[in-house]
């Protein structure tokens, strides 16, 4: 048993969404939220800057004593995952875009993939569409100003549907069954996502299996918190305590 907290990293917002459901599923565990703010978004920045804020925000959380880390950020995983498990002693768990239960649960054959442009075009995705989606086509489509409208708080403009509509409406037109959401800030617009596609497109947001995968893992290394352990949750910024604000502020509605 541990009750040190679980740490959480993001760019930004976006992160809360994984935050969400690690409360759902270990209500029990503290955590400490990391949202970098001051350099969000990542998808556009050269990997080797993005790597620096990176290991600034690892460094942070292990400073905060924090047992396991998740990095609730697809760009960041994609960029440095690999290299933290190896140079850190705590566990680390990555996301993924959800395209293995996209492919295996597809009717149509064709399943939509909404990321940054990053991590379309990274190794790392082409990687996960070649193990997982064999025989499965798979259209890729950037969230272009998706990321920077969760960080203002504009989930469910005009400007923001227009937004979604251009990034979905090739998705639901090339007969898309399914859309995997492949950047953690793309959850605060599901609601928008599901009202374009329409109600025979799932929408799937992978955060429910990192809770699940967080929670396997400390099973794995004997860190579940005490049973009736009272959770503490804690935000910390790169962009300081206003911003650290606002994502406290913003969890509390979640």
């Known amino acids: 048993m541990d009750n040190s907290p679980i740490g959480v ?12 459901e690690l409360r759902k599923a270990l209500p029990e565990e503290s955590v400490v939220y990391y949202g970098d703010g001051a350099h969000c978004p990542y ?6 800057e993005v790597s620096g804020y990176i290991d600034d ?8 004593g924090t047992k396991l880390i998740v990095l609730a950020c697809n760009t960041a995983t994609m960029i440095a995952v690999k290299r933290l498990r190896a140079a850190y002693p705590v566990p ?11 492919a295996a649960t597809t009717r149509s054959g064709i399943i939509g993939v909404l990321a940054t442009r ?25 969230g272009e100003g998706f990321v920077e409208a969760v960080e203002r708080g504009e989930e469910n403009t ?46 799937i947001d992978p955060a429910p299996a990192i809770a699940r995968r967080t929670a396997s893992l400390l099973d794995r290394h ?32 979640l």
């Open 158 to 203: 005009p400007a923001v549907r227009q937004l979604v509509h251009r990034a979905v409406a090739p998705l639901v037109e090339a007969g898309a069954d399914r859309i995997v959401l492949g950047c953690t800030h793309y959850p605060f617009l599901a609601e928008v996502i599901a009202d374009e596609a329409g109600a025979a497109i799932e929408i």
């Open 118 to 142: 990053a991590s379309l075009g990274s190794d790392w995705f082409g990687e996960l569409s070649g193990k997982y989606a064999a025989g499965v086509r798979i259209l890729p489509a950037v």
């Open 92 to 102: 680390f768990v990555g996301m993924e875009p959800a395209i293995k239960p996209a």
């Open 222 to 253: 004997g860190l579940r918190a005490e049973r009736g352990h009272v959770p503490v949750y804690t935000f910390l910024s790169a962009a300081g305590v206003p911003y650290a604000e606002r994502l406290r502020e913003r969890a509390s509605r």
């Open 57 to 64: 925000a690892v460094r942070t959380l292990l400073g905060a």
């Open 9 to 20: 990293f993001d760019s930004g917002m976006g992160g809360l969404s994984v935050w969400r």
């Open 43 to 48: 998808g556009e920045k050269p990997a080797e």
